[in-house]
């Protein structure tokens, strides 16, 4: 079992930055996957990025490619989302998740997921 924990999220105006946490407990989180997805009011759960067991590989929604990136500290069993030149469309709830692979996540499909971090981008 992994529970995970978002923090970091807020309001932020259009152009600016905030840094997102995921904290883990429960089983290594260098045994999974790690990725981003949020969710916008009506809108269907949408994959954001993504991160290798140990840290080497990332991959990107094209929507957040050149802006956002993902990076992983097993040590303190912590997933970050660094998010640069925020748009008022990346205004929705972030959720970290925990997976088997890249395939799954792309496919939102994941074992366990957080309880989201509300990003608001004011235009």
């Known amino acids: 079992q992994v529970q995970l924990v978002e923090s970091g999220g807020g309001l932020v105006q259009t152009g600016g930055s905030l840094r997102l946490s995921c904290a883990a407990s429960?089983?290594?989180?260098?045994?999974?996957?790690m990725g981003w997805f949020r969710q916008a009011p009506g809108t269907d759960l949408e994959f954001v990025a993504a991160?290798?067991?140990?840290?080497?590989?990332?991959i990107y929604a094209d929507s957040v490619k050149g802006r956002f990136t993902i990076s992983k500290d097993n040590a303190k069993s912590t997933v970050y989302l660094e998010m640069n030149n925020l748009k008022p469309e990346d205004t929705a709830v972030y959720y970290c998740?925990?997976?088997?692979?890249?395939?799954?996540?792309?496919?939102?499909?994941?074992?366990?997921r957080g309880q989201g971090t509300q990003v608001t981008v004011s235009s």
């Open positions: 998740a925990a997976g088997r692979s890249f395939t799954f996540l792309r496919g939102n499909d994941y074992d366990y």
């Open positions: 429960g089983r290594t989180l260098s045994l999974y996957v």
């Open positions: 991160i290798s067991t140990i840290g080497i590989s990332s």
